[in-house]
């Protein structure tokens, strides 16, 4: 079983450019790059694509830790915002049934 080789966005953009520029066969830039045919026609249709060229999506740099605190202060916001809707319907209530208006 062969290894997946990882190829960066700068290596990528030399090899389109190539073979846009110096109008080489698809086949001997695979071979002289020890790439398939495929990934090239896929990089050009990435090319004329997309305007994030070749970037790889990355996972979120963010630890578990900062997501753990994210997602506290979410929490937070949101209990804040039911204590704020329930404290305006007893100052309501208190006006209404102790007579003041």
Known sequence: MRTRRKISSSKKMLIIRELLENNVSISDLAEKHSVTI???????KQLFESTEIFERKTRSKETPLEKRSKDLEEKVKQKDSVISELVEENIELRKKYNGVS
């Open 38 to 44: 495929q990934d090239i026609y896929r990089w050009k």
